[in-house]
């Protein structure tokens, strides 16, 4: 191909790449998740019962875990989690680059939060970073495999071992991703997922928590129900995190294809790393080493002093050849208002700044073809080629 100029872009009056834009996920239900759900309806066991339990043991054993717990949300999955493992003032150390919820539920559950840097080419957390940050206060470390790429568990696992801390792996990305050979659920205290619309598994609302201990199980149990050890009996405060049986239907249907189509995420996420290589002016996201990534999100870099563009222009141009983006995410959490006094007392986290001008998402989901896939590196070319320095 050879490279695109200024005029070539649709943007400015050319012929696109794509004559209708490339769907940017692929989300809904089968007739078979619809059917799975309206058999909950006509039974009229609505509440959490036998749906969320075998949704429960199906999700734990696809992810290498020993036991699952569904709940309302993903959100309620990271407070069960804090909630079960941490004490009120215990200094976490957390990214500051995740959504906001990861770092919203430490302060919700009294966390003093201390954020670290990331990694620049995978965006996963920064171990040299989180080490550095410990002090004789750090209890725990609560990380996200973002966009589905799994942290450097095996560093993560060292640190924490050496320093007596907890580790929360905010999973919300990442349902069935693995690493070393193992489905991330075998590692640490406690795995939180999403199950969101958009979610590699979505079921509107919905989320699960996977432990590998038997007794923090238990116990998370009571937390996500009232604190109810028995028939009304209380022996601590709960809350009310459950999930309800339609959503277990449908979770439990839809699990059934994750496995398949979390393949062919990775299937258009080696297409997109062959032909992206070649592209100057765009970086794809580099897997941490050891790690098979779920891929919910395709995030790039644009390489700023290559091009003549801004991220955004980039992205605007790109749009109109057909490619849809998304920014995720605009801002560093050192950045966001809510956060301002912990910023403060932070250090500057410098990758993650710099993260939020350069990173944009291009399509990925089970239902791209090869053909889109390449179609989607060929306006990447185009784009690059025609905003070069
Ligand atoms: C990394 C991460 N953590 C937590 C959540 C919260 O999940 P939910 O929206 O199901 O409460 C999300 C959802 O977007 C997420 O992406």
Same mark, same amino acid.
């Given at each position: 191909?050879?490279?695109?100029?200024?005029?070539?872009?649709?943007?400015?009056?050319?012929?696109?790449?794509?004559?209708?834009?490339?769907?940017?996920?692929?989300?809904?239900?089968?007739?078979?998740?619809?059917?799975?759900?309206?058999?909950?309806?006509?039974?009229?066991?609505?509440?959490?019962?036998?749906?969320?339990?075998?949704?429960?043991?199906?999700?734990?054993?696809?992810?290498?875990?020993?036991?699952?717990?569904?709940?309302?949300?993903?959100?309620?999955?990271?407070?069960?989690?804090?909630?079960?493992?941490?004490?009120?003032?215990?200094?976490?150390?957390?990214?500051?680059?995740?959504?906001?919820?990861?770092?919203?539920?430490?302060?919700? *559950?009294? =966390? !003093?939060?201390?954020?670290?840097? +990331?990694?620049? /080419? &995978?965006? #996963? $957390?920064?171990? @040299?970073?989180?080490?550095?940050?410990?002090?004789?206060?750090?209890?725990?470390?609560?990380?996200?495999?973002?966009?589905?790429?799994?942290?450097?568990?095996?560093?993560?696992? *060292?640190? =924490? !071992?050496?320093?007596?801390?907890? +580790?929360?792996? /905010? &999973?919300? #990305? $990442?349902?069935? @991703?693995?690493?070393?050979?193992?489905?991330?659920?075998?590692?640490?205290?406690?795995?939180?997922?999403?199950?969101?619309?958009?979610?590699?598994?979505?079921?509107?609302?919905?989320?699960?928590?996977?432990?590998?201990?038997?007794?923090?199980?238990?116990?998370?149990?009571?937390?996500?129900?009232?604190?109810?050890?028995?028939?009304?009996?209380?022996?601590?405060?709960?809350?009310?995190?459950?999930?309800?049986?339609?959503?277990?239907?449908?979770?439990?249907?839809?699990?059934?294809?994750?496995?398949?189509?979390?393949?062919?995420?990775?299937?258009?996420?080696?297409?997109?790393?062959?032909?992206?290589?070649?592209?100057?002016?765009?970086?794809?996201?580099?897997?941490?080493?050891?790690?098979?990534?779920?891929?919910?999100?395709?995030?790039?870099?644009?390489?700023?002093?290559?091009?003549?563009?801004?991220?955004?222009?980039?992205?605007?141009?790109?749009?109109?050849?057909?490619?849809?983006?998304?920014?995720?995410?605009?801002?560093?959490?050192?950045?966001?208002?809510?956060?301002?006094?912990?910023?403060?007392?932070?250090?500057?986290?410098?990758?993650?700044?710099?993260?939020?001008?350069?990173?944009?998402?291009?399509?990925?989901?089970?239902?791209?073809?090869?053909?889109?896939?390449?179609?989607?590196?060929?306006?990447?070319?185009?784009?690059?080629?025609?905003?070069?320095?």
């Amino acid at each position: 191909m050879t490279t695109a100029t200024a005029s070539d872009l649709a943007i400015n009056g050319g012929t696109p790449v794509f004559d209708a834009n490339v769907p940017f996920m692929s989300v809904g239900l089968t007739d078979k998740d619809i059917a799975a759900a309206t058999e909950v309806l006509q039974s009229g066991m609505l509440r959490a019962a036998s749906k969320c339990a075998a949704l429960e043991e199906e999700f734990a054993k696809q992810s290498d875990a020993n036991f699952g717990l569904t709940c309302a949300n993903g959100t309620c999955a990271l407070q069960l989690a804090y909630g079960s493992l941490l004490e009120r003032g215990d200094e976490v150390i957390t990214p500051a680059w995740t959504f906001i919820a990861t770092v919203s539920m430490l302060v919700a *559950a009294g =966390a !003093k939060v201390v954020f670290c840097d +990331v990694l620049e /080419d &995978s965006y #996963q $957390a920064d171990p @040299a970073d989180i080490e550095r940050l410990i002090t004789p206060n750090t209890k725990a470390i609560a990380v996200t495999h973002l966009y589905g790429i799994p942290v450097d568990i095996d560093a993560i696992e *060292a640190i =924490a !071992k050496k320093h007596n801390l907890k +580790v929360i792996y /905010d &999973s919300a #990305q $990442a349902h069935l @991703a693995e690493y070393n050979g193992k489905g991330i659920g075998a590692f640490g205290d406690a795995c939180t997922y999403s199950f969101y619309a958009t979610k590699n598994l979505g079921t509107g609302e919905g989320g699960m928590v996977t432990v590998n201990d038997e007794e923090l199980a238990k116990n998370m149990g009571f937390l996500r129900s009232h604190g109810e050890t028995g028939k009304y009996l209380h022996e601590s405060i709960g809350f009310n995190y459950r999930m309800n049986d339609i959503t277990g239907a449908i979770g439990l249907s839809k699990l059934e294809t994750l496995g398949e189509e979390t393949n062919r995420r990775r299937a258009v996420a080696n297409i997109y790393a062959d032909r992206i290589d070649s592209i100057e002016g765009v970086l794809r996201p580099v897997p941490t080493a050891g790690s098979n990534p779920a891929w919910h999100l395709y995030t790039c870099r644009v390489e700023l002093d290559k091009l003549t563009c801004t991220r955004d222009e980039f992205c605007a141009a790109l749009n109109k050849e057909g490619v849809p983006t998304a920014v995720h995410y605009p801002k560093p959490l050192t950045e966001q208002p809510v956060f301002a006094d912990i910023a403060k007392a932070s250090d500057e986290p410098k990758v993650a700044k710099k993260l939020a001008s350069i990173v944009f998402c291009i399509p990925i989901h089970p239902k791209l073809s090869d053909e889109q896939a390449n179609g989607v590196c060929d306006a990447l070319a185009k784009v690059a080629g025609a905003f070069a320095k």
